[in-house]
Structure formats: structure tokens, C-alpha cells
């Protein structure tokens, strides 16, 4: 996952703003920009695409589903059945996606803000009175 500090000190890639600020891995990228490039797949088009099992494919879709990043259509066979094709969002709908999402991260930013210095001082409290108590030196978050 990319970090918020590496998109402000180097030339980042949409790539990169989907990871950090949709938690996208590696393969859920692959499949995302799999799925832009092609339009539209077949799970197992997808699956045979990126080399991987139809399940590991199907769960990182239903992440990008989820985000509405890709939908799901159900299409008729000419030999009876259905079948699902994948579909990606398009660009301005991916972008507002992100905006939506750096919008949300910085209004929890601005209210932990708010409450910065009482949560700094009961820090203090907190993290002053384990450097006293020797069986709690190994502890390194709370």
C-alpha cells in the first residue's frame, strides 16, 4: 500500500491515490485497470488474464464493487444460462469516488484535530506512567 507521505514527496500515479486512499492492493489494481483496459470481462477472463483462481479473483471484485468501482451485469448465453460481466465505472465517476473519500479522511482529520491537545495530554498520562512500570516497557501501542 502506498503511503500518504510518498503521494506528496514524488510524482504519483492514479495507481497510487487507489491505494492509498481506497486500501487497494497490488491484485485489486491489476483487476481494476485489467477491467478499464478491456471495458468489460467474465470473471473468468479475469481470472485467466491475471493468473490467478476464479475465488481470489471473484473476492478483490466484490471489494471493487463495493467501492463502485465496478458493477456487475448479468448477460444471457446464446446456449442457455447467465452469465456475470464486470464492468469498470468510468473516469469522472472513479475520480469523484477518490474526492469522496479524501473529503471523508480530512473531516476525521479535522475533528481528531479538535480534540488534539486533551488527546495528547491523557497520551502523556497514559504512555509517562508505563515508562515507570517495568513489565510494560515492551508495549508499544494501546
Known amino acids: 500500500m502506498v503511503s500518504f507521505s510518498s503521494l506528496i514527496r514524488s510524482k504519483a500515479k492514479c495507481s497510487d491515490l487507489l491505494s492509498c486512499f481506497l486500501d487497494l492492493n497490488n491484485l485489486e489494481i491489476t483487476i481494476f485497470y ?3 483496459s478491456r471495458g468489460r470481462a467474465t470473471l473468468d477472463e479475469l481470472a485467466a488474464i491475471v493468473s490467478r483462481d476464479r475465488s481470489t479473483v471473484f473476492r478483490n471484485l466484490q471489494k471493487l464493487d463495493s467501492l463502485g468501482l465496478v458493477s456487475k451485469e448479468m448477460t444471457s448465453l446464446d446456449r442457455g444460462g ?23 479522511i480530512k473531516r476525521s482529520m479535522d475533528s481528531f484535530l479538535n480534540e488534539f491537545e486533551q488527546r495528547m495530554n491523557l497520551e502523556m498520562v497514559i ?5 515507570d512500570q517495568p513489565h510494560l516497557k515492551s508495549v508499544k501501542s494501546i
Not at 465505472?89 to 473529503?103: A, C, L, N, V, Y
Not at 504512555?127 to 515508562?131: H, L, N, P, R, V
Open 127 to 131: 504512555y509517562g506512567d508505563m515508562k
Open 34 to 36: 485489467t477491467l478499464l
Open 82 to 104: 447467465r452469465v456475470s460481466i464486470f464492468v469498470p465505472s468510468d473516469i469522472p465517476t472513479i475520480k469523484e469516488i477518490i474526492s469522496q473519500r479524501i473529503e471523508s
